[in-house]
């Protein structure tokens, strides 16, 4: 039997006790109907469906067996006790009855037009149903209206009041009086999928052939059925699932007292092992049974172990193990020094390559920069070689002859030397026409450019100004004018467009320049050749680029000249060159650090390098950019060495370190580099040391000096700390930094201090 069928007959059975109760009314029927149907013949996504469906259960509001049985109504109880006659007790019976017996209401929502559907008992008041709708739409009770057949419908009034009979049907309208703030809005179901209306009419068969009509409102209950699994049919492959009812469990009645209980659902398995008596039995052949022996081994019993002889057999096992494993370690071990010893044969002779690549590369731009000499630096150099190069000839010559030969062998010198040293200067002449050509162009450029931002977004904006414009427009000229090869026709064309160009503006330069220029366009057009103009031509452009650098003539040039347009500032900062006799900017003196009194210039002071010592200061400058780098790097505040100059770090790698290596004694001034010797202090030529670029690298990485080195060592670096300190005290700038050196003891405490030296043996 199915569960529906009983619960059909669970109805029938109650139909029957209905009879025989006098206070049993059908309208307290109770009934389950499932929304969705438990064949075993659904599948799996129709059963998921199930078990989210709402329970759909037929309940009558206010009215139930159970409620009349325990709570019968003060009306009723009223009967019972007397006092009124037989009809008026019937008349009074109905009355209350009737009161308690439901009606189904629908409620149009306006202005939406949805409608709602509901069983109410009809001795219900509007102002019942107000409170019921307020909480399930959400709105406050005292603004909602309903109106029957276009009227209003006081609160006090019951539906009984408004003609509903029982069981019967009637149609409200509902609208907010505020519908700006409260509007009315439809209540959505919580499962979409479920479309069984709120009420539904159940026929209940009261008698043999008496029917009722019982209207029955729709709980929609939020129990999700379980999934019990299934089997599936081997042939047809049909899947069937295990049903799950959707009823809902009954719970447990509350006693009223609370229970405790130490059993829980939880399995604890142990599992312990035991040692019991096994007996145990064999068959033999004897008289009547007969035991086949093709697979009977013969055991013979071995030589009897003591346990010491056990035991050593276990540890010479042992020992054998460990021979193996110690085996296995040496190998791996001789493997990975092999390994290091490969890695650092192929280091080495990587290092030696670099080396090597980094020296022929020296070589080659040194010969580059005698061959082709193009700054100060590289005439410097030639005539540092130069002088090398006289004084290995004047030993030679003095070694080697005496008397007249000597005095012949050193003019045909001298000779030489006057030889080469013109040939110098005509490569100077050549480079410096080359400079000026390139300082031109960098300038007129550099005027001629456009105005540049960085956007936020990275993008680089370009803007030409009407100075800008004008100087590119001058630039443009000026290189026509410089052009070679150029025939009449073009000549004559550009000197025309220079013409019309400089008489904008009416002043000496300009009618200058048209002069020229009329005089070249005469000469031209009489066929003169253009190696007799190239005076004129000269003229007319160095003319121009002064015409080029007034800022009256040209505006983007007046914020890139180096002279300022106030006479005023002219007087400050300058200062009388003995050499030149020439008053100069304090920025065209070379000072050193032990300078007190201002003597030559820059161009005194290299000229007279050139005609006496020719000394180079080109090793000791990359060697003072370097540290300079190397201390930007370690400290952005770094001071000293920016006061320093070439002749100063001359005087310390020369004079105090004896140019060479402290560690190596190597010579090469190419390799030498100042570092600190204490990298805990900032540098300075008290805390410095004199290394190669590869000691260099290990020096910055000894965290104590104190320890890495010995004490000789040390005590020889610290007394050459000391001169340094004593000569550089006499610049007030340096003597401030060894201020602050002693007011830290700790820092340089042992300079000069003897200590014993232990022998200590290990």
Not at 289 to 298: A, E, F, G, R
Not at 420 to 436: D, K, P, V, W
Request: glycine share 4%; hydrophobic share 35%; net charge negative.
């Amino acid at each position: 039997m199915s569960e529906m069928d009983g619960e059909h007959d669970s109805a029938s059975e109650s139909g029957d006790v209905m009879e025989a109760g006098e206070s049993f009314s059908v309208e307290s029927l109770k009934v389950d109907v499932p929304t969705q149907s438990a064949d075993l013949t659904q599948t799996e996504a129709e059963l998921e469906e199930c078990t989210d469906s709402q329970e759909l259960k037929v309940d009558i509001r206010n009215l139930s067996t159970a409620d009349q049985e325990t709570q019968p109504d003060s009306a009723l109880t009223g009967l019972r006790q007397g006092g009124f006659s037989q009809h008026e007790r019937e008349i009074i019976k109905t009355s209350v009855n009737a009161g308690n017996a439901t009606a189904t209401v629908k409620i149009l929502l306006m202005p939406e037009g949805h409608m709602m559907t509901m069983a109410f008992t009809i001795g219900l008041t509007t102002q019942d149903l107000k409170i019921h709708f307020a909480s399930e739409l959400r709105v406050p009770s005292d603004i909602i209206q309903i109106t029957l057949n276009g009227q209003a419908v006081d609160d006090h009034q019951t539906l009984m009041g408004l003609g509903v009979q029982p069981h019967g049907t009637v149609q409200f309208e509902m609208s907010s009086l505020d519908p700006e703030n409260y509007p009315i809005k439809p209540v959505k179901p919580q499962h979409a999928e479920c479309s069984m209306p709120d009420v539904i009419t159940v026929r209940v068969q009261t008698d043999v052939n008496t029917f009722q009509d019982v209207v029955v409102e729709i709980e929609r209950a939020t129990l999700k059925k379980p999934f019990l699994g299934g089997y599936r049919h081997k042939v047809t492959k049909t899947e069937y699932h295990h049903a799950a009812v959707q009823t809902i469990p009954r719970r447990r009645p509350d006693r009223g007292v609370e229970m405790f209980s130490r059993d829980t659902q939880t399995v604890e398995l142990k599992s312990q092992a035991q040692q019991c008596t096994i007996n145990t039995s064999t068959q033999m052949t004897k008289i009547g049974c007969y035991v086949s022996n093709m697979k009977d081994k013969l055991i013979t019993p071995g030589t009897y172990v003591t346990a010491d002889e056990f035991h050593g057999k276990r540890l010479k096992a042992v020992i054998t193990i460990q021979t193996y494993f110690r085996r296995w370690q040496a190998m791996q071990l001789t493997a990975q020094l092999r390994l290091d010893k490969e890695l650092r044969l192929a280091w080495a002779e990587r290092e030696e390559t670099r080396k090597t690549e980094e020296k022929e590369k020296q070589i080659r731009a040194e010969y580059h920069r005698r061959m082709n000499p193009e700054k100060k630096e590289d005439f410097a150099l030639l005539y540092s070689a130069l002088e090398k190069w006289r004084q290995e000839e004047v030993a030679r010559i003095n070694a080697s002859l005496s008397e007249a030969e000597r005095k012949a062998a050193l003019c045909a010198l001298l000779e030489q030397e006057t030889q080469f040293i013109s040939s110098i200067g005509c490569h100077r002449i050549a480079a410096r026409e080359r400079n000026q050509e390139k300082a031109v162009q960098a300038f007129l450029d550099k005027c001629a450019a456009p105005k540049k931002w960085q956007a936020f977004d990275g993008i680089m904006t370009q803007m030409d100004t009407p100075q800008s414009i004008r100087a590119k427009e001058l630039r443009d000229l000026y290189s026509s004018i410089n052009l070679q090869y150029f025939s009449q026709e073009e000549r004559l064309d550009v000197l025309l467009t220079l013409k019309h160009t400089v008489k904008e503006h009416d002043c000496k330069l300009t009618q200058q320049i048209v002069e020229l220029i009329d005089r070249e366009a005469d000469l031209l057009q009489r066929g003169v050749k253009e190696n007799n103009l190239e005076g004129l031509r000269k003229r007319i452009s160095t003319l121009f680029l002064q015409y080029i650098k007034t800022p009256t003539f040209n505006p983007q040039v007046a914020k890139l000249l180096q002279v300022p347009q106030d006479p005023a500032q002219l007087r400050k900062n300058i200062y009388f060159c003995r050499g030149c006799s020439n008053y100069l900017h304090s920025t065209e003196f070379t000072l050193m650090t032990s300078t007190q009194v201002v003597g030559l210039c820059r161009r005194c002071s290299e000229l007279d390098n050139e005609a006496r010592r020719r000394e180079d200061f080109s090793h000791y400058k990359t060697i003072l950019k370097c540290l300079r780098k190397t201390e930007a790097e370690y400290s952005p505040d770094a001071k000293i060495t920016y006061l320093l100059q070439e002749q100063d770090l001359r005087y310390l790698v020369d004079v105090v370190w004896g140019a060479q290596s402290a560690l190596s004694a190597w010579n090469d001034l190419h390799d030498l580099v100042l570092v600190r010797w204490d990298k805990q202090w900032e540098w300075s030529p008290w805390n410095c040391i004199l290394l190669t670029k590869d000691e260099a690298a290990a020096h910055h990485k000894v965290e104590n000096v104190e320890k890495a080195y010995s004490l000789p060592f040390i005590r020889n670096i610290k007394h050459k700390h000391t001169l340094a300190r004593k000569y550089f005290s006499q610049i007030p700038m340096m003597a401030e930094h060894l201020h602050d050196v002693d007011s830290k003891p700790t820092a340089h405490s042992d300079l000069l201090v003897t200590k014993p030296i232990t022998m200590a043996t290990k």
